[in-house]
């Protein structure tokens, strides 16, 4: 009888520990084996499922950390006209493409900006402005600019992104073209009509 009350007694005690999360008692008052090697690894599971989770996405977040931060060279190109092209002599159009900064809406001084130059090299000396006094040059915050009454002949259009100051920037940007502008091919006069009149009425 005091066996049954007592494993009676253990049964309630098991009950009401499983229910608290703790491993149960045996008959002797110790826990089992099993269930404490089960209670340890389910205790060490968290940590695993942890770092197999926050491993990945911590390295996503350092990556785009990353990837965010950096900034992209500049680069500059002439558009038009294009290598050894050849073109008309008079007004010639020198299109640029800039990347990686964006050059001044309307005030040159105010930012990055571009210099021009015809038949000149762009002047790239550190700390010192870039302008040549060799050919002309202009100096604006457009992407585009016209070389007006170009003569016939083999030319040289550059073009160099600059600070606000005019100065260079470390390294220079700068790009060239060499086109040959021809003057227009006069067309020929056509012949009076030798076709001869009707006689009036008259005659």
Same mark, same amino acid.
């Given at each position: 009888?005091?066996?049954?009350?007592?494993?009676?007694?253990?049964?309630?005690?098991?009950?009401?520990?499983? =229910?608290?999360?703790?491993?149960?008692?045996?008959?002797?008052?110790?826990?089992?084996?099993?269930?404490?090697?089960?209670?340890?690894?389910?205790?060490?599971?968290?940590?695993?499922?942890?770092?197999?989770?926050?491993?990945?996405?911590?390295?996503?977040?350092?990556?785009?950390?990353?990837?965010?931060?950096?900034?992209?060279?500049?680069?500059?190109?002439?558009?038009?006209?294009?290598?050894?092209?050849?073109?008309?002599?008079?007004?010639?159009?020198?299109?640029?493409?800039? =990347?990686?900064?964006?050059?001044?809406?309307?005030?040159?001084?105010?930012?990055?900006?571009?210099?021009?130059?015809?038949?000149?090299?762009?002047?790239?000396?550190?700390?010192?402005?870039?302008?040549?006094?060799?050919?002309?040059?202009?100096?604006?915050?457009?992407?585009?600019?016209?070389?007006?009454?170009?003569?016939?002949?083999?030319?040289?259009?550059?073009?160099?992104?600059?600070?606000?100051?005019?100065?260079?920037?470390?390294?220079?940007?700068?790009?060239?073209? =060499?086109?040959?502008?021809?003057?227009?091919?006069?067309?020929?006069?056509?012949?009076?009509?030798?076709?001869?009149?009707?006689?009036?009425?008259?005659?």
């Amino acid at each position: 009888m005091k066996s049954s009350v007592q494993r009676t007694l253990a049964l309630l005690r098991n009950q009401r520990l499983r =229910t608290a999360g703790q491993p149960f008692l045996s008959r002797d008052g110790s826990p089992p084996d099993s269930v404490g090697r089960g209670t340890q690894t389910g205790k060490g599971s968290w940590p695993r499922a942890v770092l197999w989770v926050g491993l990945p996405i911590a390295g996503l977040f350092c990556f785009l950390l990353i990837s965010g931060g950096r900034k992209e060279a500049p680069t500059i190109g002439i558009v038009t006209p294009s290598r050894n092209a050849t073109v008309a002599a008079g007004d010639i159009l020198v299109s640029v493409q800039v =990347t990686g900064v964006r050059p001044a809406s309307t005030n040159p001084a105010s930012g990055y900006h571009l210099h021009y130059y015809l038949d000149a090299n762009p002047p790239t000396a550190p700390g010192k402005p870039a302008i040549t006094t060799v050919g002309p040059w202009a100096s604006t915050a457009a992407s585009s600019y016209v070389w007006k009454n170009v003569a016939a002949g083999t030319h040289v259009l550059s073009v160099q992104l600059v600070r606000g100051d005019d100065t260079p920037l470390a390294p220079a940007l700068t790009d060239s073209v =060499t086109v040959r502008a021809v003057s227009p091919i006069p067309q020929p006069s056509l012949p009076a009509s030798s076709t001869p009149r009707p006689p009036s009425r008259g005659s």
